[in-house]
């Protein structure tokens, strides 16, 4: 018997994939940074946005790569500096990540 728990991919991969894959289609201006609900599943309370405690367990696994690290820290993030982090200044770190990694690549 397979083992099914195995062949289920991670919210945070799943977030990485859409996100990508909008990049890609030239449409991430207009989709929202969960490219189908993942960034729901980091807002526990529902209420919209991500506190710095949702935001710490999404962005605990950007961090890891050392090169985009500093994106991936809450003040640098939350750009209107409510205590926040809303979809679109989620969407612009990932947009900024994208631009770094491209930038390193050269």
Excluded: C
């Amino acid at each position: 018997m397979m083992d099914n728990k195995r062949l289920m991919p991670t919210a945070s991969t799943v977030l990485g994939m859409g996100v990508a894959l909008l990049l890609a289609m030239g449409g991430l201006q207009q989709a929202s940074a969960d490219g189908g609900g993942t960034y729901s599943v980091y807002d526990a309370d529902r209420d919209g946005f991500l506190s710095r405690e949702e935001f710490e367990v999404y962005a605990e696994k950007k961090r890891r790569r050392a090169e985009i690290a500093d994106i991936w820290v809450f003040e640098a993030v939350d750009r209107d500096a409510d205590g926040k982090i809303s979809e679109r200044e989620l969407v612009d770190a990932l947009q900024l990540q994208l631009k770094r990694k491209r930038e390193l690549r050269r």
